[in-house]
């Protein structure tokens, strides 16, 4: 158990609908970071928050969006969705610059 | 962040120790080598970093060359359940609190066989 928890675990929805992910990082973490992982892309980094703000931008889509709560749980927000964003995603924390990133389980997407 | 090169593929009998092998000819002298790995569709899980010395914990070796350019990532007596994709990353580790996100690339499917 890593200590990062991501829920749901799995998301069934249609194109063009709205779907939101969250993460809870790890005690103390104040680095999020969110990955999509797809069949024929690997994981890509999207996006990181550090403290409530936005720190790094990866290949993140303009419908997609982030936002860290000063709880410093993060929730991933994927609109106009299509079959192509079908993928795990997954969220990371990790506690300064030490290096080791915590991986939780990850949201499995399915856009049918 | 350098680039890293890893087979695709490698085959480890269980037991037997497992050396993956990572060339990362274009490193800074600032940038570590990190490996991770991803065992089928879960998160992927922290093994070991270095910067220029060996390395060694409760998981893995991880042995660096003297000009830095290559690294191998041994597993001492590998079992069934070390089967995972296993990825070399360099970076920089820097003083800074806000972290780096890891670029992942293909990394080497380990396949260990009983």
């Known amino acids: 158990d890593s200590g990062v928890t991501q829920t749901p675990k799995h998301l069934i929805t249609a194109t063009g609908q709205r779907v939101t992910l969250r993460c809870s990082p790890r005690s103390g973490d104040l680095s999020v970071y969110w990955y999509q992982q797809s069949l024929d892309q690997g994981l890509q980094f999207l996006i990181q928050?550090?403290?409530?703000?936005?720190?790094a931008k990866g290949n993140i889509l303009e419908r997609f969006s982030a936002q860290q709560f000063p709880d410093l749980h993060s929730e991933l927000n994927l609109s106009s969705l299509e079959l192509g964003d079908s993928a795990l995603y997954f969220c990371?924390?990790?506690?300064?610059?030490?290096?080791?990133?915590?991986f939780g389980q990850g949201t499995r997407l399915t856009v049918v | 962040d350098a680039k890293t090169t890893q087979p695709p593929s490698m085959d480890c009998a269980e037991g037997r120790a497992a050396n993956l092998p990572c060339n990362h000819s274009t490193i800074s002298g600032n940038e570590y080598v990190y490996w991770y790995r991803q065992i089928h569709s879960q998160g992927p899980q922290y093994i070991i970093h270095?910067?220029?010395n060996n390395e060694t914990n409760e998981m893995a070796s991880l042995i660096i060359t003297e000009d830095r350019k290559s690294s191998t990532l041994i597993l001492p007596h590998a079992t069934l359940r070390d089967t995972a994709v296993y990825y070399c990353i360099v970076r920089v580790t820097s003083n800074s609190n806000s972290g780096y996100a890891l670029n992942f690339g293909k990394g080497t499917s380990l396949l260990v066989t009983p």
């Open positions: 990371a924390s990790s506690h300064r610059d030490r290096g080791e990133a915590f």
């Open positions: 928050y550090y403290n409530g703000e936005e720190r």
């Open positions: 270095g910067l220029k």
